[in-house]
């Protein structure tokens, strides 16, 4: 949510097993597999939600539109493929090259015959708030997709949107069937709080065009609340990062003392910090690292208090691998709100590739996934689940690489494909 598509905003730097609803259903209903396959040879526009080409490849490709808009310039199934970048303004754009330029940390986009990369601009450097000004922005940057579908002979191409404004508002008369890819609830994002009425509206529009819906949760589904026909594909993994040997953690993480309950990931207010107060007061002699961006400061102020809580910037893909392999329990103190419930947490699972026992709140992203992860009920301690993980140790190597293989990125974009190209 750092970078975008039809961006809200000023322009800044930047579980297992799915199943296929084919005919509309309510998204708490059970929804089945589809037996048909996507057809192959098939023509795909994707746009992003709110990153670029340029930022997904910066992060590492750890988000799963990241990971599908990367897939698809190379899948078997597909024969023609647009991805869409973030509409920016002309303005920024021009600064944010140059400095990728000067910084040396440009990513090629892989272009070639019937792949393509598309980076429209506009003018305005604020994005719309009214609905008819996001609906005007939309039709805009819809112009722009379907000159660059129609300049490679696309015809009736699918589009695959992450961006939840372009999902509704979007009118796609020139091209085939349109699938929203809601990798998170929006309606629950503080940051994009002057937008939900227009989400609202998008999500509307969803319903009542009978758009095909894939999200991350049930609950992310359920907010959406989608006519047309449905999927729920959680996070993934990316066999080639957690098959092979450990590497080396980072420095401060071999010094660490020991156990080391390692959290990564966004530190802000979806972080349980009385929690973890509590825990680190119940475990002196363990080291709790949180590692990631910290985008509240002053929410883990509290946290100082304790010598053996430790914060550590954000680290490189392999990194996280490593540091994952390192650690000896893995955490997710996570706070109970719209927004968590609605989650896929991608660290849950890389947790459980790197062989961690996990200890996690008790939410509905979260159950069921492994028999390896302890939840921790509201209100309840996390010391006493740390402390059952400790006892268990990690996960046998043969299970550890069965998980790996179950849950990999390859096998949720398949299902993906056949929701969006039947």
């Keep these: 949510m750092r970078d975008s598509a039809l961006r809200p905003g000023p322009e800044h730097a930047g579980p297992r097993g799915p199943r296929l609803a084919v005919a509309a259903a309510p998204p708490a209903a059970p929804i089945a597999r589809t037996a048909v396959p996507a057809a192959a040879g098939a023509e795909v526009v994707f746009t992003f939600s709110y990153v670029s080409w340029q930022a997904a490849a910066a992060r590492g490709w750890f988000m799963p539109e990241d990971r599908l ?17 973030l509409m920016r303004s002309l303005p920024a ?26 980076s429209p601009v506009r003018l305005r450097r604020a994005y719309p708030v009214s609905l008819p000004a996001v609906e005007r922005a939309c039709v805009r940057y819809e112009r722009a997709l379907r000159r660059n579908a129609v300049a490679m002979g696309m015809r009736r191409p699918a589009v695959i949107t992450a961006n939840p404004l372009l999902a509704g508002f979007g009118r796609f008369e020139w091209a085939g069937p349109v699938t929203f890819f809601a990798t998170d609830d929006w309606l629950a994002y503080p940051p994009h709080e002057r937008w939900w ?30 006519s047309g026909p449905a999927l729920v594909v959680p996070n993934g993994l990316d ?52 590692v990631g961006p910290l985008l509240d400061e002053a929410h883990l102020a509290p946290l100082a208090a304790h010598a053996n809580v430790s914060i550590h910037p954000p680290v490189g893909r392999e990194e996280v691998a490593a540091l994952i392999r390192h650690a000896d329990v893995g955490l997710i103190p996570h706070v109970s709100s719209e927004l968590t419930r609605a989650m896929s947490p991608l660290k849950l699972y890389e947790y459980l ?70």
């Design 239 to 290: 066999p080639q990062e957690w098959e092979g040997p450990a590497g080396a953690p980072p420095a401060w993480a071999r010094e660490a003392r020991r156990p080391l309950l390692l959290y990564v990931g966004s530190l802000d207010s979806r972080l349980d910090i009385p929690a973890l107060g509590a825990l680190a007061a119940a475990l002196p002699d363990a080291e709790i690292a949180l």
């Design 69 to 85: 808009a990367r897939a698809l310039v190379s899948h078997e199934r597909v024969e023609r493929v647009l991805i869409a970048d």
């Design 197 to 226: 009425p227009a989400y609202e509206e998008s999500f509307r529009l969803v319903r009542a065009r009978g758009r095909r819906v894939c999200a991350v949760t049930p609950a992310a589904l359920e907010r959406i609340s989608p």
């Design 353 to 422: 590739a790197g062989g961690l026992p996990v200890v996690a709140a008790d939410l509905g992203p979260v159950r069921g996934v492994s028999e390896g992860v302890t939840l921790v009920p509201p209100g309840g301690g996390y010391a006493k689940g740390a402390k059952a993980a400790l006892g268990r140790g990690r996960s046998a190597e043969e299970e550890r690489l069965a998980f790996i293989a179950a849950n990999s990125w390859r096998a949720r974009q398949d299902d993906l494909l056949e929701l969006a190209l039947a």
């Design 93 to 118: 754009k021009l600064v944010r090259d140059a400095v990728s330029r000067a910084r040396g940390d440009s990513h090629p986009f892989p272009a070639r015959e019937g792949v393509r990369l598309a």
